[in-house]
């Protein structure tokens, strides 16, 4: 089966395979969205977020197959490739905090009933922040997380924590703006060129922190590399 269509402009496009007659029955589908306009779909959330997301496109390109047999629990695997461009964070006030032009991430098969999330990949262009600090001390990213949100429900713990694995991480380009207001007079200044690649990350319990390939960085005119 195959279904095409434009959801709000941008191409969807849907196809899938079944196998009924083998001992496990396995179903997949390909979910293909060449741009999915993200303020519009988060604006109806149910809950209120700490930021603005002001823009952001998201295009997919994944397979999702479920498989389901007598001898073993029901698996549910998702790989592809996912696409963020021109995304746009700003707080509640307006003033922008991350800006990313383009980021890509390749998701090898990873299991999401048991919460198993693994990454070939994940590269990120030209990511421009902005950290600032006002007179009584408060960063602004700290205040984010008092940010009020809509009551919610409350849930039980989950027995199963996620587990998230990236084989590579790769930022180029990046940019920081950092204003601080706590010395006297204040302090501005901007980091950027900033140029990262890691090893192998993971947030399983034992697995230590990845090694930093590469960095490097131009501050005020001057060439930092480690």
């Known amino acids: 089966p195959a279904l095409s269509a434009r959801i709000d402009g941008a191409p969807f496009h849907f196809e899938g395979e079944l196998k009924p007659f083998a001992e496990a029955v396995e179903a997949s589908v390909r979910v293909r969205i060449a741009r999915l306009a993200l303020p519009y ?21 994944l397979k999702v197959t479920y498989r389901a047999s007598a001898k073993e629990k029901p698996r549910l695997t998702v790989a592809g490739n996912l696409t ?37 990949a994940l590269t990120v262009y030209g990511a421009e922040s902005w950290l600032s600090r006002d ?71 034992g697995v230590p922190l990845p090694e930093l390939v590469k960095m490097g960085w131009i501050a005020q005119d001057r060439l930092d590399q480690i």
Do not use: C
Request: net charge neutral; proline share 9%.
């Open 41 to 61: 779909y988060l604006s109806s959330l149910p809950v209120a977020m700490p930021v603005k997301v002001a823009f952001g496109n998201l295009a997919t390109d």
């Open 135 to 205: 007179a009584g001390g408060t960063w602004n990213i700290a205040r984010l997380a008092r940010t009020p949100s809509a009551p919610q429900h409350p849930r039980a713990a989950s027995p199963t924590e996620g587990r998230v694995t990236i084989d590579a991480i790769r930022l180029l380009e990046g940019k920081v703006h950092f204003d601080d207001h706590v010395p006297p007079g204040g302090f501005q200044t901007e980091i950027e060129n900033i140029h990262l690649e890691t090893g192998r990350f993971s947030t399983v319990a």
């Open 84 to 120: 963020l461009s021109v995304l746009l964070l700003k707080d509640l006030a307006g003033r922008p905090l991350l800006s990313v032009p383009l980021a890509l991430a390749t998701i090898a098969p990873s299991q999401i009933l048991s919460k198993d999330i693994v990454l070939k």
